[in-house]
Nanobody, 127 residues
Framework: VQLQASGGGLVQAGGSLRLSCATSGRTFSTNNMGWFRQAPGKEREFVAAINRNGAYRYVADYADSVKDRFTISGDNVKNTVYLQMNSLKPEDTAVYYC??????????????????WGQGTQVTVSS
């Protein structure tokens, strides 16, 4: 399984960014997919997760800190997972990682439940 995160950058507070996580094979269709972030000096924290439930239905979960601002989605054809981030705040500044975990586990916000990780993309929000 290979994951390639992209789309990070520098944005002013209140702005938007869309992160992408390109996956190998049918990773998105067969795994739980998550976004996590890690700020300097802090532990890696859960942002959002998604899995496929049926042909066209998806289940998603979000950290409280990003609910109503971030949206996770996926494209089965492109094997890509997205994180649309709106109303960005300086406290959203971090390296963002995408991850894939076994569908045998429930959708989870714990990094321990994810087996494969992308390289990370930096998001910086200026005040």
């Amino acid at each position: 399984v290979q994951l390639q995160a992209s789309g990070g950058g520098l944005v002013q507070a209140g702005g938007s960014l869309r992160l992408s996580c390109a996956t190998s094979g049918r990773t998105f269709s067969t795994n739980n997919m998550g976004w996590f972030r890690q700020a300097p000096g802090k532990e890696r924290e859960f942002v959002a997760a998604i899995n496929r439930n049926g042909a066209y239905r998806y289940v998603a979960d979000y950290a409280d800190s990003v609910k109503d601002r971030f949206t996770i989605s996926g494209d089965n054809v492109k094997n890509t997972v997205y994180l649309q981030m709106n109303s960005l705040k300086p406290e959203d500044t971090a390296v963002y990682y995408c991850a894939a975990g076994s569908r045998m586990r429930p959708l989870s916000g714990s990094p321990l439940d994810y087996d494969y990780w992308g390289q990370g993309t930096q998001v910086t929000v200026s005040s």
